[in-house]
């Protein structure tokens, strides 16, 4: 009988040092796409910081939807969909929204009420679903809002 030849270790040395570089350079990737998608919602939530003040809500979630196609395409999609809610609320805030909110305050709307305000916006069951996630988003964030922190004025 034969014995088995002997291994020698730098075979397995090198699959683990393959595996660490390897395992690395992913880890830079994510991270780098995680800090250019956070530039992005940056950079739009410092803007609607100033625009939110001269936008309706209507005109608030437009805008918010448009950059959130963009964003998508040059972000981590998920990440931009995260930001939806945030640059909706920060544009809402802008000014006081009381007399677009009053209407809502002791409203329940069901599930299709956020799909048939998409509508208005071309957001239909022809787009992405991704697409549609952040349309139905950026509504639940306005009624949200108007049902909790839109103020009358004083």
Same mark, same amino acid.
Request: proline share 3%.
């Given at each position: 009988m034969t014995e088995p030849p002997e291994r020698s270790a730098k075979g397995a040395y090198l699959m683990l040092a393959a595996l660490i570089t390897i395992g690395s350079?992913?880890?830079?990737?994510?991270y780098s796409s995680?800090?250019?998608?956070?530039?992005?919602?940056?950079?739009?939530?410092?803007e609607l910081q100033t625009t939110g003040k001269t936008l309706t809500a209507t005109q608030c979630i437009g805008d918010v939807l448009v950059w959130f196609d963009e964003c998508q395409k040059s $972000?981590?999609?998920? !990440?931009?969909?995260?930001g939806v809610e945030k640059t909706v609320e920060v544009c809402l805030a802008g000014k006081n929204r009381f007399g677009e909110c009053d209407h809502m305050k002791d409203e329940?709307?069901?599930?299709?009420?956020?799909?048939?305000?998409?509508?208005?916006?071309?957001?239909?069951r022809g787009s992405s679903r991704i697409i549609r996630k952040s349309c139905v988003? $950026?509504?639940r964030t !306005?009624?949200?809002y108007c049902r909790l922190k839109a103020e009358a004025p004083t």
């Amino acid at each position: 009988m034969t014995e088995p030849p002997e291994r020698s270790a730098k075979g397995a040395y090198l699959m683990l040092a393959a595996l660490i570089t390897i395992g690395s350079l992913l880890g830079v990737l994510a991270y780098s796409s995680f800090k250019q998608s956070d530039a992005v919602i940056t950079e739009k939530v410092t803007e609607l910081q100033t625009t939110g003040k001269t936008l309706t809500a209507t005109q608030c979630i437009g805008d918010v939807l448009v950059w959130f196609d963009e964003c998508q395409k040059s $972000a981590i999609p998920e !990440l931009c969909l995260k930001g939806v809610e945030k640059t909706v609320e920060v544009c809402l805030a802008g000014k006081n929204r009381f007399g677009e909110c009053d209407h809502m305050k002791d409203e329940f709307p069901d599930g299709r009420w956020a799909f048939d305000k998409c509508l208005e916006h071309d957001v239909n069951r022809g787009s992405s679903r991704i697409i549609r996630k952040s349309c139905v988003a $950026a509504y639940r964030t !306005l009624f949200e809002y108007c049902r909790l922190k839109a103020e009358a004025p004083t």
